[in-house]
């Protein structure tokens, strides 16, 4: 990928006339701060170039090149440093809002859309740009980047759209796939129903055939039956006969009794004396 890079800041702001040129905002000692600063910075001393730039701030806090410069210094040295970097985001949006100076609140836009840019925030990339051609409209370097930002964001919405259009194919893909397991799911719930349903009815016809076999053979195995207060039917008939043969002598030796006695009546009458 295509790195933009920040502005010189030696290069920024060697020639500005508040460099040399006397400002009722700046002292001598804040403008040999911030060229000692800049003497540092191009020799690639960043760690010392950021103390010149805040003993600068310290004479002036207003001073936009002190500023500028210390935003410009912490970026070089804090690319891993989440703190410092934070430190130069801010110091930078305060530039882009309130500078006075035109040209420092431009470069302030271009540096923010530079760190944008390679964060791959494109869409802020083209606001910084855009806002730094609105105060230097000859800046090339601003409008070269903004067209490869606005490149980048095509790019990266074209992207988008396309994982987008994954996503709700293979979600179509997915729900179709649910689809047919829920159904061979509910074609298998219902085979194994019917399965067991069957079962069910053939167990039910064999325990209704199974009784009536069995209703047959208990009648031959089961003893005779008894009456009440355990005499069975057949000591009963004894019983019962033995005293019928024994009404029937009583009769007998009844008659044989009554017929002797008048056999006996016939002869005293035949016989008298």
């Avoid at 040129?21 to 701060?33: F, G, I, L, Q, V």
């Avoid at 208990?218 to 039956?225: A, D, L, S």
């Avoid at 009456?227 to 044989?256: D, H, V, Y």
Wanted: aromatic fraction near 6%; charge should be neutral; proline fraction near 3%.
């Amino acid at each position: 990928m295509k790195k933009v890079f920040l502005s010189l800041v030696a290069a920024a702001f060697l020639s500005l006339p508040v460099m040399a040129a006397d400002n009722d905002t700046s002292t001598r000692e804040e403008r040999n701060y911030i060229v000692e600063g800049n003497k540092l910075y191009r020799e690639d001393r960043f760690t010392d170039a950021e103390v010149a730039y805040r003993k600068a701030l310290q004479e002036n806090p207003y001073s936009d090149v002190g500023r500028f410069n210390l935003a410009a210094a912490l970026l070089k040295q804090g690319a891993s440093d989440e703190k410092t970097q934070q430190e130069a985001l801010q110091l930078l949006n305060t530039l882009a809002r309130e500078a006075t100076d035109l040209s420092i609140a431009e470069k302030a836009f271009y540096n923010l859309g530079n760190l944008a840019f390679n964060q791959q925030q494109y869409q802020q990339s083209i606001e910084h740009y855009k806002n730094a051609l609105r105060r230097d409209p000859s800046d090339d370097k601003a409008r070269e980047n903004l067209r490869l930002a606005q490149k980048r964001l095509e790019q990266q919405q074209n992207q988008d759209q396309n994982q987008d259009q994954n996503k709700d194919k293979n979600k179509d893909q997915q729900q179709d796939q649910n689809k047919d397991q829920q159904q061979n799911q509910d074609q298998q719930n219902k085979d194994q129903n019917q399965d067991q349903q069957n079962k069910d009815e053939n167990k039910d016809q064999n325990q209704d055939q199974q009784p009536q076999q069995q209703d047959k053979q208990p009648q031959k195995q089961n003893p005779p039956q008894q009456q009440q207060g355990g005499m069975s039917q057949e000591n009963a008939e004894k019983i019962l006969k033995a005293m019928e043969n024994e009404e029937a002598a009583t009769r007998r030796r009844i008659q044989n009794a009554e017929k002797k006695k008048a056999n006996s009546s016939r002869k005293n009458i035949q016989n008298p004396w």
